[in-house]
């Protein structure tokens, strides 16, 4: 049986670890490298680095960056912000990454991921769905920033057609608040694929991680809930443990 994932977060500006609410508002709260030694220390089951200013300044994920985190990791590092091209890909991989967020560019280069699993496997590519307010009918791409009319159930749909190999799925009215999950859209979306799903946005408890997976999610992403409070990722696998989820030691 495969293992349930709880996956800790960081988010950054290019320079700056950064947190926000809604994907925006992006604040300094410390460095990037020293959040990502505290996840390694903790032992956690992978890492996701993602640049939230990258795609709307028309730039890549830095991978002097990549590298410096690749380095302090001996666990899966999933990276994204800005990735549009199979080049891009190829120097993030390179640089460290052993996966690839495509939020953006999967959505309006439909032939992107096609052609990226080819040539690097599927298990290499996850995919971002940036839902508005849970609803059935329209995505942000771009950070938030630019909507899209489909639903994103049938977009998980197509995105696993064209070779993604995991899906992340996030809320844009939920993150960084802490204040519950899109509970029902997980469960619609991980219905529709065979493929794992990360659900995100607006983690705050066990309790938050255990609906997510209960809704069929193999693996929850969190990244306030690991910074603001005092929940760790061990604490959380050990509270679903108890609850008869199977996650790693």
Known sequence: MLKNRIIPTVLTDGASQVKGTGFNNWRT???VLTAVRVHSARDVDELMLLDVTATQQGRVIDRGLVAQVS???RIPLTVGGGVASVEDFSALLAAGADKIVIGTAAVENPTLISTLAAEFGNQAIVCS?????DSRDSIFVKSGTSLHVIDPVELAS???RSGAGELLV???????KMQGMAIE????????VKIPVIGSSGAASAQDFAEALNAGC???ACGAAFQFTETTPSQVKLQLKNLGFPVRN
């Open 218 to 220: 193999s693996a929850v």
């Open 185 to 192: 859209l997980f469960s619609a979306i991980s219905q529709s």
């Open 158 to 160: 197509r995105l696993e």
């Open 71 to 73: 380095e302090e990791l």
């Open 29 to 31: 709260v410390g460095h």
């Open 170 to 176: 996030q809320s844009v009215s939920r993150d960084g």
């Open 129 to 133: 769905i940036d839902t508005v307010n």
